[in-house]
């Protein structure tokens, strides 16, 4: 059974940044493309960001390029999303996901509000 546990989510002010961490398990972590995704309030599913399995290649939304960056740890299972120059519209539920099957986890909520 896939599971995933996204954690790091919180109150942040304009500017400020936030770590997010991913704990995955029930699958091959290593062999598999991992995702970011968000949904903020009324609106819709959005990627974030994308890594590949064994090769670290990274692609992200327009929005966050520049200010977010995705990473892996495969030895411990675990994927991160470094969040920098946080806008109030970045606010939103975060999920982390397996791509290719689009499982994912209860999300951890992130605020950017002053």
């Known amino acids: 059974e896939v599971q995933l546990q996204a954690s790091g989510g919180g109150l942040v002010q304009p500017g400020g940044s936030l770590r997010l961490s991913c704990a995955a398990s029930g699958f091959a972590f290593s062999n598999y493309d991992m995702s970011w995704l968000r949904q903020a309030p009324g609106k819709g599913l959005e990627r974030v960001a994308t890594?590949?399995?064994?090769?670290?290649?990274?692609s992200y939304a327009d929005s966050v390029k520049g200010r977010f960056t995705i990473s892996r740890d495969n030895a411990k299972r675990t994927l991160y999303l470094q969040m920098n120059n946080l806008k109030p519209e970045d606010t939103a539920v975060y999920y982390c996901a397996k791509t290719s099957s689009g499982d994912r986890g209860p999300g951890t909520q992130v605020t950017v509000s002053s």
């Open positions: 890594i590949r399995g064994f090769n670290p290649v990274t």
